[in-house]
């Protein structure tokens, strides 16, 4: 059932509206987003985070974790096949 243009002309004026208005906010949270990057770069804190944070998943065993888990899955995956 095909309805006339003149009906669907609104909702598409609507979708044209909500997509300008998403893609603005996710440019403006990129931006956002590259500028704290780029903050941390020149004072140095983004390594020392990067560090800080693979330190802290070695220590609460998150690595040794998602191995495990890893493994799993591939046994799974080689006992259907």
Do not use: T
């Not at 704290?36 to 770069?41: M, P, V």
């Not at 220590?59 to 799993?72: N, T």
Request: aromatic share 8%.
């Amino acid at each position: 059932m095909n309805q006339p243009s003149y009906i669907l002309y609104p909702y598409g004026v609507l979708l044209f509206a909500v997509y300008f208005v998403v893609s603005h906010i996710m440019s403006k949270e990129a931006q956002i987003r590259a500028a704290i990057n780029q903050k941390l770069i020149e004072m140095g804190e983004r390594e020392r985070l990067k560090e800080l944070l693979r330190a802290k998943l070695v220590e609460c065993g998150w690595k040794d974790q998602l191995k495990a888990h890893c493994k799993g899955k591939l046994i799974q995956v080689s006992v259907r096949v």
